[in-house]
């Protein structure tokens, strides 16, 4: 087991590698540094004094890769590429364009971000699993054929709306929670109560249409007729089998996004002011700030490939018969 | 000639593609396997009747997409100018709404502006009469209430003598009674129209369409339907145009990535070796950056570009089509990993099967094999990916131009009247018709699209039939 996590650990790193490569040639190669002040300072104030200045602010007046006025290792290491993109595998990102340090944002901002996603997706799931489950107890009925009418059509509805519309209902019209803000503590309640519904609501429709199709292929094989054939009721068959036998599919597709939870819901936290992950990034976005978007994209990619890992450990504990080579 | 033709990038891709289903489609009528699969497709009503609705859209998206410069009034001795606003045959044929623009906002059908003004003859500050619409009431207000009602009822027995004469002129071609064909639709009769038990769906579809549009066109010449929103333009108009721009997102994305994918699926299964490893290893890294981030990342570099090469286009539309494009390709980049990983599996279990083995033992050349032998049992696949990956692609500009890295701000879509009127609702009372307009369209065109892909998905799967 440990030589198999060590193993995939091992394979992480030339992921992580080609990740860091590819940020980097699309923030510094496709566009020099001086494109990026030219269009960061604006037309009117374009000088060279004035690039140059921005330039030096962030680091960018390096050399990209190859620093031929330095001596001995610093040819390498007085670079764009090992200070920009190198230092990121130490955790070490630099500073955004306020001049905030961005490793330090990213920890403080990770506390509201989870708060907000890790109760939607459980309860998403929860929910999900329990509806999927009741339309396949009832497969093949009028309840079961519309439960999938309404699946697809809140598939068809714009994540927006959910978001607006909710808010709209429960903020304005009833003053039942605070349209937006974060607080502290138990205060905080209040604040993350509405967008958690909302999360879980706007995710029920494609969720549940994909956990009946998992029990609706499970439900097919022997093992559940053996089931039935003993007697068994229904409600046993449905909760006790066929869930059980179910988790390596439901695994495969939940597993891998528990530790991106940390990076929050650009949307979610945008329309309701959490000071997340995910409102960062946004306003990183909209302040072309690319030093914040380009710590993002690799802090993203790495917590995806601990995904990827945690579903391949998962697979063994959810079922004895799969073996780790 | 009055008119300039104008042939934008994306109009000639949206033609490719729209000549390139129309070649396939009789390709594949010679092919029995694809025609029983759509013949299955044919015949589910939900399908059909989804069919019938994004038929609608296309049609308003092809309209869209035929781009003219009108001509300027001549000046005496000057040579002739073209202007620069490039319009489409849609802004042609809905320039009434497009010129019948208010001061700002105004309800749907209501008759004056939405906020208070200072009126010249007046101390008190009043609603303004709006400039076109209800200006044919006049004086008499009273009338308007009534006035809606006439012209509803009008343009339902428009929309619904129209659809006569259609279901009347499909009779005639199918050779049935009409009296009797109507007689079992209205009975749910299933058996109806020359044995397809869709047909019925269809018509009633049609039915729904043409009333809506008998409403539209009737309410439409008097009033704004959809209200108007800061600026004055006519709601129903910006709803009408982002049509456009929602289908080519969704259907040019798949197609630039669709030659990437099937080729590096198609190598690495075949293949196989350090060509494999290379191929996984490109899509395993690609497909590990957040989709979001890395579209973010890649639109952030691509409006850099656009920013510091201006002398690249000439006039405006020319520079949002090229971004609209732009944002195409990138989605396209992040997205074909998946059909890449499916395509890939598949191609591994068909090299083991017999007639791939057989076309081996012939001699037959490795690019042989995949051309002749291989492709075309990955068609399916291809073809649920694209009609899979459209919906969600849809739902994704409005989500992208919220986050700023949609569309160009002034491309017409529903990305861009969502993020506008966003702000509108905290207005007191509440401005919430571009919303919602924006949001029902939207809704329309992407439950169709759910609907039809599911049917295509269902026809075509191997394993669903089975």
């Given at each position: 087991?440990?030589?198999?996590?060590?193993?995939?650990?091992?394979?992480?790193?030339?992921?992580?590698?080609?990740?860091?490569?590819?940020?980097?040639?699309?923030f510094?190669?496709?566009?020099?540094?001086?494109?990026m002040?030219?269009?960061?300072?604006?037309?009117?104030?374009?000088?060279?004094e004035?690039?140059?200045?921005w330039k030096?602010?962030?680091?960018?007046?390096?050399?990209?890769v190859?620093?031929?006025a330095?001596?001995?290792?610093?040819?390498?290491?007085?670079?764009?590429?090992?200070?920009?993109?190198v230092?990121?595998?130490?955790?070490?990102?630099?500073?955004?364009?306020?001049?905030?340090?961005?490793?330090?944002?990213i920890?403080?901002?990770?506390?509201?971000s989870?708060?907000?996603?890790?109760?939607?997706?459980?309860?998403?799931?929860?929910v999900?699993i329990?509806?999927a489950?009741l339309?396949?107890?009832?497969?093949?009925?009028?309840?079961?054929?519309?439960?999938?009418?309404?699946?697809v059509?809140?598939?068809?509805i714009?994540?927006?709306?959910?978001?607006?519309?909710?808010q709209?209902?429960?903020s304005?019209v009833?003053?039942?929670?605070?349209i937006?803000?974060?607080g502290?503590g138990?205060?905080?309640?209040?604040?993350?109560?509405l967008?958690?519904?909302?999360g879980?609501?706007?995710?029920i429709?494609s969720?549940?249409?994909?956990?009946?199709?998992?029990?609706?292929?499970?439900?097919?094989?022997?093992y559940?007729?053996?089931?039935?054939?003993?007697?068994l009721?229904?409600?046993?068959v449905?909760f006790?089998?066929?869930l059980?036998?179910?988790?390596?599919?439901?695994?495969?597709?939940?597993?891998?996004?528990?530790?991106s939870?940390?990076?929050?819901?650009?949307?979610?936290?945008?329309?309701?002011?959490i000071?997340?992950?995910?409102?960062?990034?946004?306003?990183?976005?909209?302040a072309?700030?690319?030093?914040?978007?380009r710590?993002m994209?690799?802090i993203?990619s790495?917590?995806?490939?601990?995904?990827?890992?945690?579903?391949?450990i998962?697979?063994?504990l959810?079922?004895?018969?799969?073996?780790?080579? | 000639?009055?008119?300039?033709p104008?042939?934008?990038?994306s109009?000639?891709?949206?033609?490719?593609?729209m000549a390139?289903?129309?070649?396939?489609s009789l390709?594949?009528?010679?092919?029995?396997?694809?025609?029983?699969?759509?013949?299955?497709?044919a015949?589910?009503?939900?399908?059909?009747?989804?069919?019938?609705?994004?038929?609608?859209f296309?049609?308003i998206?092809?309209?869209?997409?035929?781009?003219?410069?009108?001509?300027?009034p001549a000046?005496?001795?000057?040579?002739?100018?073209?202007?620069?606003?490039?319009?489409?045959?849609?802004?042609?044929?809905?320039?009434d709404l497009?010129?019948r623009?208010?001061?700002?906002?105004?309800?749907?059908l209501?008759?004056?502006?939405?906020a208070?003004e200072?009126?010249?003859?007046?101390?008190?500050r009043?609603?303004?009469?709006?400039?076109?619409?209800?200006?044919?009431?006049?004086?008499?207000?009273?009338?308007?209430?009534?006035?809606?009602a006439?012209?509803?009822?009008?343009?339902?027995?428009?929309?619904?003598?129209?659809?006569?004469?259609?279901?009347s002129?499909?009779?005639r071609?199918a050779?049935?009674?009409?009296?009797?064909?109507?007689?079992?639709l209205?009975?749910?009769n299933?058996?109806s129209?020359?044995?397809?038990p869709?047909t019925?769906?269809?018509?009633?579809?049609?039915?729904?369409i043409?009333?809506?549009?008998?409403?539209?066109i009737?309410?439409g010449?008097?009033?704004?339907?959809?209200?108007?929103?800061?600026?004055?333009?006519?709601v129903?108009?910006?709803s009408l145009?982002?049509?456009?721009?929602?289908?080519?997102?969704?259907?040019?994305?798949?197609?630039?990535m669709?030659?990437?994918a099937?080729?590096?699926?198609?190598l690495a299964?075949?293949?196989?070796?350090?060509?494999?490893?290379l191929?996984?290893?490109?899509y395993?890294?690609?497909?590990?950056?957040?989709?979001?981030?890395?579209?973010?990342?890649?639109?952030?570099?691509m409006?850099v570009?656009?920013?510091?090469?201006?002398?690249?286009?000439?006039?405006s539309?020319?520079?949002a089509?090229?971004?609209l494009?732009?944002?195409?390709?990138?989605?396209?980049?992040?997205?074909?990993?998946?059909?890449?990983?499916?395509?890939?599996?598949?191609?591994?279990?068909l090299r083991?099967?017999?007639f791939?083995?057989?076309?081996q033992?012939?001699?037959?050349g490795?690019?042989?094999i995949?051309?002749?032998?291989?492709?075309?049992n990955?068609?399916?696949?291809?073809?649920?990916?694209?009609?899979m990956?459209?919906?969600?692609?849809?739902?994704?500009?409005?989500?992208l131009?919220y986050?700023?890295?949609?569309?160009?701000?002034?491309?017409?879509?529903?990305?861009?009247?969502?993020?506008?009127?966003?702000m509108?609702?905290?207005?007191?009372?509440?401005?919430?018709?571009?919303?919602?307009a924006a949001?029902?369209?939207?809704?329309?065109l992407v439950?169709?699209?759910?609907?039809?892909?599911d049917a295509?998905?269902?026809?075509?799967?191997p394993?669903s039939?089975a």
């Amino acid at each position: 087991m440990l030589a198999y996590i060590i193993r995939r650990l091992l394979y992480a790193i030339p992921i992580l590698i080609g990740v860091n490569l590819l940020t980097f040639a699309l923030f510094f190669v496709v566009n020099t540094p001086d494109d990026m002040a030219r269009m960061q300072l604006g037309v009117k104030r374009v000088t060279p004094e004035a690039i140059q200045k921005w330039k030096v602010e962030r680091g960018y007046d390096k050399p990209l890769v190859w620093n031929a006025a330095a001596a001995g290792s610093a040819t390498l290491t007085d670079t764009i590429f090992f200070s920009k993109s190198v230092r990121m595998f130490a955790g070490d990102f630099g500073r955004a364009d306020d001049g905030r340090d961005i490793s330090r944002e990213i920890g403080s901002r990770m506390g509201p971000s989870l708060a907000i996603a890790l109760p939607t997706f459980v309860l998403g799931l929860f929910v999900a699993i329990s509806f999927a489950l009741l339309l396949v107890f009832f497969r093949a009925t009028t309840l079961d054929f519309a439960g999938v009418v309404l699946c697809v059509a809140m598939m068809s509805i714009s994540g927006l709306f959910y978001i607006i519309g909710g808010q709209w209902l429960v903020s304005k019209v009833w003053h039942l929670v605070p349209i937006s803000g974060y607080g502290g503590g138990l205060d905080a309640a209040k604040f993350l109560i509405l967008p958690v519904i909302i999360g879980v609501f706007g995710g029920i429709g494609s969720s549940t249409r994909w956990y009946r199709t998992i029990f609706l292929e499970e439900i097919t094989r022997d093992y559940v007729r053996t089931a039935r054939a003993k007697g068994l009721p229904e409600r046993v068959v449905l909760f006790r089998h066929v869930l059980r036998n179910a988790m390596i599919p439901i695994l495969t597709g939940v597993v891998v996004v528990i530790p991106s939870l940390f990076m929050g819901s650009l949307l979610t936290e945008s329309f309701f002011g959490i000071p997340g992950l995910g409102s960062y990034t946004i306003d990183a976005i909209n302040a072309q700030d690319f030093a914040v978007v380009r710590s993002m994209v690799f802090i993203g990619s790495v917590l995806y490939i601990a995904g990827l890992l945690l579903t391949d450990i998962s697979y063994t504990l959810a079922d004895p018969r799969v073996r780790l080579q | 000639m009055s008119i300039q033709p104008v042939l934008l990038w994306s109009d000639v891709l949206l033609f490719v593609l729209m000549a390139s289903i129309g070649g396939l489609s009789l390709w594949a009528r010679r092919q029995d396997a694809l025609r029983a699969a759509w013949a299955r497709v044919a015949r589910n009503p939900v399908a059909m009747s989804a069919a019938t609705v994004l038929a609608a859209f296309v049609l308003i998206g092809l309209l869209d997409s035929v781009h003219y410069r009108a001509r300027l009034p001549a000046q005496p001795g000057a040579e002739t100018r073209y202007s620069v606003e490039v319009n489409s045959a849609l802004d042609a044929v809905l320039a009434d709404l497009r010129q019948r623009a208010e001061k700002t906002y105004s309800a749907p059908l209501a008759t004056h502006l939405f906020a208070k003004e200072a009126l010249e003859n007046s101390a008190q500050r009043e609603f303004p009469r709006l400039k076109f619409g209800g200006a044919h009431l006049g004086a008499d207000l009273a009338a308007h209430e009534f006035d809606i009602a006439v012209r509803v009822s009008r343009g339902c027995a428009a929309g619904m003598l129209l659809w006569l004469l259609m279901a009347s002129l499909w009779c005639r071609l199918a050779d049935l009674e009409l009296i009797a064909t109507l007689k079992q639709l209205r009975e749910g009769n299933q058996g109806s129209g020359a044995g397809n038990p869709a047909t019925g769906a269809v018509f009633v579809t049609l039915l729904g369409i043409l009333l809506l549009l008998g409403i539209a066109i009737s309410l439409g010449g008097g009033y704004h339907v959809f209200g108007t929103d800061k600026v004055g333009q006519d709601v129903l108009y910006l709803s009408l145009k982002s049509i456009r721009t929602g289908l080519l997102i969704g259907t040019l994305t798949t197609l630039v990535m669709l030659p990437l994918a099937v080729l590096l699926g198609i190598l690495a299964g075949y293949v196989g070796g350090w060509v494999d490893d290379l191929i996984q290893y490109l899509y395993t890294t690609l497909s590990s950056i957040p989709g979001v981030l890395l579209i973010a990342a890649a639109v952030l570099m691509m409006q850099v570009i656009i920013d510091t090469h201006p002398d690249w286009f000439a006039t405006s539309a020319e520079r949002a089509d090229a971004r609209l494009l732009a944002l195409c390709l990138i989605l396209g980049m992040t997205s074909w990993t998946g059909v890449a990983r499916l395509l890939r599996g598949e191609t591994l279990k068909l090299r083991e099967l017999e007639f791939v083995q057989a076309a081996q033992a012939f001699g037959v050349g490795r690019f042989a094999i995949m051309r002749r032998h291989i492709l075309p049992n990955l068609m399916h696949i291809v073809l649920i990916a694209l009609v899979m990956d459209f919906s969600g692609l849809v739902l994704a500009e409005a989500v992208l131009s919220y986050v700023g890295v949609g569309v160009d701000p002034s491309t017409i879509s529903f990305g861009t009247m969502i993020n506008t009127a966003r702000m509108e609702l905290a207005r007191e009372p509440m401005v919430w018709w571009s919303l919602v307009a924006a949001f029902a369209f939207m809704f329309a065109l992407v439950l169709a699209a759910n609907l039809f892909a599911d049917a295509v998905r269902d026809a075509f799967d191997p394993r669903s039939s089975a």
